[in-house]
């Protein structure tokens, strides 16, 4: 029988509906109202037909962009973008600073240190946002689970904001389980199921009606409506199963597929099935290359033709394309090895470009190839420069595997780990880490390398390969100081995490730090005191200023982790102005090396330590809204779930109930069950907070309780326990709190804890003493430099003073504590103490002032706002906290709306004190 191959809209036939349905997505693009939708579904459902029918319907009205994946080549990262926004490259020059060179970078245009993903993402949704403004653009994406990773993520974070411009992007992707799930990061999924019953018997009546009835039956029950089998297996009877069987296909619809399609290759001449696998081997490559990859195997341009006559692939552009990506995988996965290994060989003599190189030279080695290798520990080095991350840890494991003397392996295989783990796959890091455990040996630099990254594994990852004692034992062996002492800090920091709950491996780990001599004043030493204090929080760093210089002069990944674990001693230790210190070092540094991911822990961090130590709520709140935003782009549930539970206590103070419930219920959905006793606790804190701005004191005496699930934690939400306490008639359950609180500052001399402690002690205990806790808590206050909680205190005192009749100094307190009320935004409470001033006989001058501007913006809008009152442009403000400059200037607009004007040099006094 003569091969049938499909007209253009056979796969179209029953998809009205699915139609429709892009037809109105590209008349809306073409309006001012962005979409983005994935077709999903099994091999030959039509997804790729109705790709084509996207394309036809645009016309002449849109910039069409595309890009595809091709199966089972490897990446040297970003290719597919570059597919895609190679054609508007030159539209980069009108992006924000930061942005136009994470594009540079991630495109090899120039040298640099490659941005966070996220930026470069934000980078591409700006390049697009600046060609929509001219023109609609079409993005077409094809075979979305077969792109590189990077361009993969890339195109998942512009499906979910395309909306926002005139860009209207439609992919493909399998639905297959063994393909990552892309569905959550489109607003728009279409599911192509099989053809009725109905329909798939029309279709094949007009495909092939020369078939009998017989065939016809076998046909349609093997075909299970997909279009593209009713197609080939009409096409190819030769691959039909027995017309006796009647059940489901035993054969899965892929490999049926792949067999109709080599059936079609098998009636081929020899010459022209090689020249098809050679394009099936080489898809994607240049079509010169494939055309002397040909040659080099006897195989003639003119065989070249007969397949593409056949209807097994086409020239397009440069390259060849297949018909289907199934016949690609059919002629792959059917040569045999020797066959394919020459193949690939011929491939990578005949092209110019290392990394195809490379990727072929490895297919081809059928055992350790110390030259192949090195070269592809070359396109490793390269695809992190640009940060490919994912694909760079692939390059090196194949390195790893082909590696013929055991250290080259080792230490390949530690580089992969490393890659691995900075790609977000911490399953895959930790696998490769127990593969290179033995092969390390005594090799000092190895295993300090292996160390570094089980170390950096462990902290998110949980327990990996090394132990803490295996982190003592091997410290006791290392010759350099600086290696043993970095080796026992890593111990250290494991042991703070709880990662080792055993006392006496925590005095072991103290002791053999304490027993390493270090020069005063090096880069050792101040390792030494970072681990000592982890190790026991009360001996506090000498000079933080020294430790953050040290520990930001060289910008490894592990001095980062340790800035994080010196934030949170400081905070366990009572000082929340070194902590807010350590957290915007470590912020400002990773800004600066372009780790976004770890910019946004210590934002978040910084963010939650200035709402506690009250001196600076709006900042916190800013800091919080920032990381929360961030966090779902980068993957950080757990940070975002922290700072949306951080939010919810600073808006509870501000008054603003709802929106802090609100941003509680968004931490409760981020963290699901998750069993982290800080997080837990910052969400009980919060609800505590909530609960007794809104009268139900014993619910939040009862949420307060539960925060000393984490001790540190537990510590300072303590302070809040004393007035639910006594309104609830439950003065008891502050005992617990003042006792440990109360232990805490004799041990670190605290002056913001000391004031919470002699404030609780002052509203629980007799009038007698009152006055003297008041006046001490004050005292410790005021040193603490924690604004709104001094407030309180005045407060707090006030009310008693009145009550007293002491009416003169009530006022004077009173009419503090609303002044800086105000000031922080704290409404509710200065509305208290502005009643609390008037009931004592004075006069609140600023009872009817003028509206808090902050409360008319949300919280981004807010965040622009500010930037914009210091001067930065929209592209500055866009590189200052990742968005496009085009969504800068559309919350700027909004915000102008809002605050009623219409210029930029309005805003400081549109904001007034809230500026």
Known sequence: MATIRPAPDAELFGREAELALLRGAVHDGRGSEGTAILLTGEAGIGKTSLLQAVREMAGDGFRVLSTQGVRGTGSAG?????????????????????????????????????????????????????????????????????????????????????RAARITLVATARADAVYPDWQPHFPEVVALGPLTDEEADELLRRRAPVLGRAERDVVLRQSRGNPLALTELAASPGTLEPTRFVGPSRVAMTRRLEQGFLAEVALLPEAAQRAALVAAAGEGSPYGEVLAAGAELGVGHDDFVVAERAGLLRQESDHYRLRHPLVGSALVESADSKALGEVHAALARATTDRTRAARHRAAAATGPDEAVAGALEEVAVAAARRGARAEAATAWHRAAELSAAPRDRARRLVQAAALAREAGAPALSAELVATALPLVGDEEALVVDLARVNWLLAGTFGKVGLSVPDFLATASGLPRVCDRVQMLVWAAVTCYMGQEPSPKIRRDVAAALAATTTCPGSRESVYKQIGLQLTDPSPHIEDVDAAIAVLTGQADESDRMLLVSLALAAEDAGDLTASEKVWTAGAELSRRTSKLGDEIIFVAGRGSVRVTSSSALERGLTDSEQALRMSDDLGLPVV?????????RARSWRGETELAQQALDASLALSRDSAISRLLASQHWS????????????????????????????????????????????????????????????????????????????????????????????????????????????????????????????RAHLRAATQVFRSQSALALAERASRELRAAGGVDDRREGPRDATRELTGQELIVVRLAVQGLSNKEIADEIYLSHRTVQAHLHRAFVKLGINRRSQLAAALGDAA
């Open 640 to 648: 975002g779930a922290l700072a949306a539970a951080n939010i919810a």
């Open 78 to 162: 970003y290719e597919g973008l570059h597919a895609l926004l190679a054609p508007v490259l030159s539209h980069r020059h009108n992006l924000p600073s930061r942005q136009r060179q994470a594009l540079e970078v991630a495109f090899g245009i120039t040298d640099g240190n490659p941005a966070d993903r996220l930026i470069t993402s934000i980078a591409a949704f700006g390049l697009l946002e600046d060609v929509a403004v001219l023109e609609p653009v079409l993005v077409l994406v094809e075979d979305l689970h077969w792109l590189d990773e990077p361009t993969a993520q890339i195109v998942g974070f512009l499906a979910a904001r395309v």
């Open 687 to 810: 609800e505590g907070v909530i609960a007794a701005h809104e009268g139900r004191f014993d619910a939040a005496v009862d949420a307060l309780l539960q925060t000393r699930v984490d001790p540190v934690i537990g510590l300072w939400a303590g302070g809040e326990l004393a007035e639910p306490a006594i309104r609830a008639q439950r003065p008891e359950a502050v005992e617990s709190w003042l006792a440990t609180a109360a232990g805490a500052v004799e041990k670190n001399g605290a002056p913001h804890l000391a004031m919470l402690v002699d404030r609780s002690r002052a509203m629980l205990g007799p009038a007698g003493a009152a006055r003297a806790h008041f006046e001490s808590a004050l005292r410790h206050g005021e040193r603490s430099g924690a604004h709104l909680e001094v407030a309180r205190t005045r407060l707090y005192y006030g009310e008693w003073l009145r009550r007293e009749r002491r009416l003169v100094e009530a």
